[in-house]
């Protein structure tokens, strides 16, 4: 079965210092790969997604930045974080397919880092 | 690109009543709709899913409904336990392969009175 893992749990970083946060998947080959984040109360922002190795999307302009150098580990980073940077970071997979009857795929998230810059 | 939104944005029922959670979607070439519930403090969980290529789907107490005409889903939980209670999203994507993504809405806050 899959699996996905993320670390650390929790986090609290002064504003300006580097971030790094990490997400391996297993079980599984080839994976998207994605990561959200979701402020206090609120929804889920897409950051970034990945289809595999080096290969990045990014949804929204901010100082985060996201790279995949293997398979199953995606990383988030920063180089200086700001306070706005807090929340609840979250990572996600989902199989990649291209069968021509399947028009849909199921996301699974993991664990979950929560960020507090102060 | 896509745009979902649901309504209402809190829900208050008391147990072992129904509740039913909507959703509307934009783009008509969506074709996968999941709903996910997370409870405080955790990841959000895979409660159901459908396809375009259906109109419902049900598992136990929970059950998707799907209208492409009207461009709406909805979540339907009978016999609602205090369990129950906590963010209900949806969202929505255009499976292209590859580079498929999900576009949530913002959640809702289900509350089950004991």
């Known amino acids: 079965s899959q699996t996905i893992h993320q670390w650390p749990a929790t986090l609290v970083q002064p504003v300006g210092s580097p971030l790094s946060l990490e997400c391996t998947v297993e079980?599984?080959?080839?994976?998207?790969l994605y990561w959200y984040r979701q402020a206090a109360g609120r929804g889920l922002q897409l950051l970034f997604y990945s289809v595999g190795i080096g290969q990045i999307s990014s949804e929204v302009p901010q100082n985060l930045s996201a790279s995949r150098p293997q398979d199953r580990q995606f990383i988030l980073s920063s180089k200086k974080l700001l306070l706005s940077d807090s929340g609840f970071y979250l990572c996600?997979?989902?199989?990649?397919?291209?069968?021509?009857?399947?028009?849909?795929?199921?996301?699974?998230f993991g664990p979950g880092t929560r960020l507090t810059v102060t | 690109g896509e745009n979902v939104e649901q309504h209402p944005s809190t829900l208050s029922v008391q147990e072992g009543d129904s509740a039913v959670i909507k959703c509307t979607y934009s783009d008509s070439a969506s074709n996968y709709f999941p709903w996910y519930k997370q409870e405080l403090g955790k990841r959000p969980q895979l409660i159901i899913d459908?396809?375009?290529?259906?109109g419902e789907k049900k598992d136990q107490r929970i059950a998707v409904t799907l209208n492409k005409t009207a461009k709406h889903f909805s979540l339907h939980i009978t016999e609602t336990q205090p369990e129950d209670s906590a963010v209900y999203f949806c969202?929505?994507?255009?499976?292209?392969?590859?580079?498929?993504?999900?576009?949530f809405g913002k959640g809702i806050t289900l509350s089950v009175r004991p």
């Open positions: 969202a929505a994507s255009r499976f292209t392969g590859a580079n498929s993504k999900l576009t």
């Open positions: 079980g599984t080959s080839n994976p998207n």
């Open positions: 459908i396809r375009s290529n259906v």
């Open positions: 996600a997979w989902t199989p990649q397919t291209f069968s021509g009857l399947l028009i849909g795929y199921e996301q699974y």
